[in-house]
């Protein structure tokens, strides 16, 4: 059975870090199975973990009042998920829910975050890996929001 | 260049505004052609417009148009019914280079209605199933309900083809991938030696590309059906160039460093 530090590896968030940093991480980390619907995080509470898909799907949903919530993005295997843990005001932006069941790394933010303030070398390695994660999901973003499909013409 | 008569003898309603079209030709000739390329397809007098071969090459007796109802000659080619007649030039075009990539790994990366010039494609390689390596597709759309040719995919799938579906937005109701192509791609776990054949969007394939890029796979590895304002379909009346190329003559499938250069120059 691989240890926790061994499947953070199999992440790109993750992979390449120095092997006693990924033990130190898997030291605030457990592995976890979430049943299908099971809402990780809501909108407005605080950010206290964050979670690794090791199996399954979690949607992030935008909450709108009198409708039905709109699934902004799912992540998958190697996704992380959350990122408020990591800013002020610690709080989450967003709903995350399991969309079937799952196996997830679920990591202990305010623990990790201490760990990085002691450990400049670590912190700044996690910055950087979750500040290119960001950056990823923002371009996303921007073509998401060009509705290029909607805008499309007929003759493809 | 001069027009054929066709009739249309099946007509299908796949979304909202997208229509297929099974045409007939009045000689009883099959219409033979290859993957990518493309008619001028007219309904009465509403205007000639390029369109994108959507069916079987294997299967040339019915010469098949997946279409989207956006102006007047799309609209009134959409509101043909079954017994009308439509005239058909072609077919035109650089097709998908599916013989000189045997071997490869090869992903279909659509976009929206992007999918219908891909599908001929598709259908050649699943045929040809043996002669390829891994085969994938990344298909996005706007939304559930404006996916297109959803009842075959499961079918391909089941013949070799990994499938691998986005949409822009949902609601709860969908259990798929939310999210942009660009996303899939980070997920297909794709080798270097991968061909990518992409339709859809210009900005879709732009960020397409990039994204590919990221995972090491070069954009020499990248072919794209392009679009522009093709009136002659045959390289005379100059309204499709782009750069030094005619996109009706030699594209519409370019290889992305032909093109690259030129779709940098917004005024193109």
Redesign the interface.
């Known amino acids: 059975m691989r240890t926790i530090d061994e499947l953070l590896t199999d992440s790109?968030t993750f992979a390449g870090l120095e092997p006693a940093q990924l033990e130190f991480i898997a030291g605030c980390a457990r592995n976890e199975h979430v049943a299908a619907g099971t809402m990780l995080m809501r909108e407005g509470e605080p950010a206290e973990r964050f979670w690794l898909i090791r199996r399954g799907?979690v949607?992030l949903?935008l909450y709108v009042p009198g409708r039905?919530?709109?699934?902004?993005?799912?992540l998958?295997?190697?996704d992380v998920v959350g990122w408020s843990w990591l800013f002020p005001p610690y709080r989450w932006a967003l709903d995350g829910r399991t969309?079937?069941d799952c196996h997830l790394i679920t990591f202990d933010g305010v623990c990790l975050r201490e760990k990085c303030e002691s450990d400049h070398d670590l912190g700044f390695e996690l910055m950087s890996r979750f500040t290119a994660d960001v950056i990823?999901?923002l371009?996303?973003t921007r073509?998401?929001l060009?509705?290029?499909?909607?805008?499309?013409?007929?003759?493809? | 260049m001069v027009p054929a008569s066709f009739e249309v003898v099946e007509k299908r309603q796949d979304t909202a505004d997208v229509w297929t079209l099974e045409l007939e030709a009045d000689s009883g000739e099959p219409f033979e052609f290859e993957p990518g390329q493309f008619t001028m397809l007219a309904a009465g007098g509403a205007g000639e417009?390029?369109?994108?071969i959507s069916g079987a090459p294997d299967k040339p007796e019915r010469l098949i148009h997946t279409?989207?109802?956006?102006?007047l000659a799309?609209a009134a080619i959409c509101a043909a019914e079954a017994g009308q007649v439509l005239s058909v030039r072609g077919p035109f075009g650089r097709p998908w280079p599916l013989d000189q990539v045997g071997g490869a790994d090869v992903v279909i990366a659509a976009?929206?209605?992007?999918l219908?010039?891909l599908r001929p494609a598709i259908l050649r390689l699943l045929a040809r199933r043996e002669r390829y390596g891994r085969l994938l597709l990344l298909y996005?759309?706007?939304s559930p309900d404006?996916l297109l040719f959803t009842d075959e995919l499961g079918e391909w799938s089941q013949r070799g083809l990994e499938v691998m579906v986005?949409v822009?937005?949902?609601?709860?109701e969908?259990?798929?991938?939310?999210?942009?192509v660009?996303?899939l791609v980070?997920?297909a776990k794709l080798e270097p030696g991968v061909v990518v054949m992409s339709?859809?969007?210009e900005?879709?394939m732009r960020?397409l590309v990039?994204a590919l890029s990221?995972q090491g796979i070069g954009s020499d590895r990248v072919y794209v059906?392009m679009?522009r304002n093709?009136q002659c379909g045959i390289g005379r009346c100059g309204h499709c160039q782009l750069g030094p190329t005619l996109v009706c003559r030699d594209g519409p499938v370019y290889r992305w460093p032909e093109l690259s250069r030129w779709l940098a120059i917004r005024e193109l």
């Open positions: 790109p799907v949607a949903e039905e919530p709109l699934v902004i993005e799912t998958e295997a190697g969309v079937g990823e999901r371009q996303a073509l998401q060009a509705d290029v499909h909607g805008k499309v013409s007929a003759t493809a | 417009v390029p369109i994108s279409v989207k109802a956006v102006g799309t976009g929206g209605i992007g219908p010039p996005s759309g706007r404006e986005t822009d937005s949902a609601g709860e969908w259990d798929g991938h939310v999210g942009v660009t996303r980070r997920h339709c859809g969007p900005l879709m960020f990039a990221a059906s679009e093709m």
